[in-house]
């Protein structure tokens, strides 16, 4: 299973670079968001909830999460473009693993989602965010996007493959990933939101990993919190994948 993930991981990341303007998209626009949301709500640090940091210090985490969760939620476009030009059944008939060539795609994914994080962060910084976790903090919050990026393309895969149309997938990812990201503390401490949004961002992945990141970089972490709520997103993100791999048979099966 190993060499067919390393041969599927390969074509995916070949493919990618083939698009410099989808490479481009994917990160101008983490850009875009930290730094329109960055001066829009840059006055939001007044409110309780916030302690003494800068907004810009407390949205980079949230805008690494955010990039991930919505450049993951687009992941499964890509299988259904094979379903529609033959290539996934002349993949379902060679010998690869169904588990190889899920992970194969969602590596690429990840790696695409590890240049993002970085991305953020050097805007963030540059932009005056500063950090007193130092390199463990950063580690735990690129581990974290990576996992929220390999949940909810595991997610989209699935929707591809049973949904197989463009159209449907697009609706659902959008369905799923804005309420995710309302819902959580990714641009505002759920403390100061209604009651309801603060019990819903309870049972959020995308606000576990933002918890998690932002206590692991913070000057005093807290690391129950952060093993906590990253076990949380581990066990989501293989319950997911597990879930995923199984479209593959359901798929398998109607063809």
């Given at each position: ?70 450049t993951s939620g687009w992941s499964g476009t ?164 597990w879930l995923s791999t199984r479209a593959f ?7």
């Amino acid at each position: 299973m190993i060499a067919h993930t390393g041969l599927v991981f390969g074509r995916w990341t070949r493919a990618s670079y083939r698009q410099p303007a989808l490479i481009a998209f994917t990160l101008v626009q983490p850009a875009i968001w930290l730094l329109l949301f960055g001066q829009l709500f840059q006055g939001v640090v007044r409110l309780p909830g916030f302690g003494d940091s800068s907004y810009i210090a407390f949205l980079t985490p949230g805008i690494v999460m955010m990039t991930a969760l919505m450049t993951s939620g687009w992941s499964g476009t890509s299988f259904v473009q094979d379903m529609e030009r033959g290539v996934m059944d002349r993949m379902l008939a060679s010998p690869v693993s169904r588990g190889g060539l899920m992970a194969g795609q969602l590596l690429s994914n990840a790696t695409t989602t590890l240049i993002q994080t970085i991305l953020v962060f050097a805007i963030g910084i540059a932009a005056g965010a500063r950090y007193d976790g130092g390199i463990l903090g950063y580690l735990v919050t690129i581990v974290a996007s990576m996992l929220v990026g390999t949940a909810f393309g595991s997610l989209s895969n699935a929707v591809a493959l049973l949904t197989r149309q463009q159209e449907a997938l697009i609706g659902i990812s959008q369905f799923v990933s804005l309420p995710l990201t309302f819902m959580s503390s990714i641009m505002i401490d759920p403390t100061v939101a209604p009651h309801w949004v603060n019990v819903a961002a309870r049972y959020n992945p995308v606000d576990w990993a933002t918890i998690a990141a932002r206590q692991a970089l913070a000057a005093d972490p807290n690391w129950s919190s952060v093993g906590r709520h990253s076990l949380y997103l581990l066990a989501f993100t293989l319950i997911v994948g597990w879930l995923s791999t199984r479209a593959f048979r359901t798929y398998q099966r109607s063809v």
